[in-house]
Nanobody, 123 residues
Framework: QVQLVESGGGLVQAGGSLRLSCAAS????????MGWFRQAPGKEREFVAA????????DTADSVKGRFTISRDNAKNTANLQMNSLKPDDTAVYYC????????????????WGQGTQVTVSS
């Protein structure tokens, strides 16, 4: 069974940092773009960042550019999101996902999704 499991979420004060991880099982992520999305209550799912299978192509949303960094470790079958200088507006459930196309921003292009991990940033 194909699974993606996020971890690393929690409560952090504004200006702090968190590192999210996404572990894949039942398949290899090396042939897929890995992406991160987030969704706040009452809002649509929002693209955060994506990285190609080779790690060469990276796309980051303007709202998090310069603060968030996406990475991957194909040998460990994981993807990560380092979040620095966190703001209250970053509060959301964060999801990792896998797509066959190169760093798409559209959620519909991602074939596999994790269950999500809550990130709460207090002021």
């Amino acid at each position: 069974q194909v699974q993606l499991v996020e971890s690393g979420g929690g409560l952090v004060q504004a200006g702090g940092s968190l590192r999210l991880s996404c572990a894949a099982s039942g398949w290899l992520v090396s042939s897929y773009t890995m992406g991160w999305f987030r969704q706040a209550p009452g809002k649509e799912r929002e693209f955060v960042a994506a990285i190609s299978w080779s790690g060469i192509s990276i796309d980051t949303a303007d709202s998090v550019k310069g603060r968030f960094t996406i990475s991957r470790d194909n040998a460990k079958n994981t993807a990560n999101l380092q979040m620095n200088s966190l703001k209250p507006d970053d509060t959301a459930v964060y999801y990792c996902a896998a797509a066959r196309s190169i760093v798409p921003r559209t959620a519909g292009e991602y074939a596999y999704w994790g269950q999500g991990t809550q990130v709460t940033v207090s002021s």
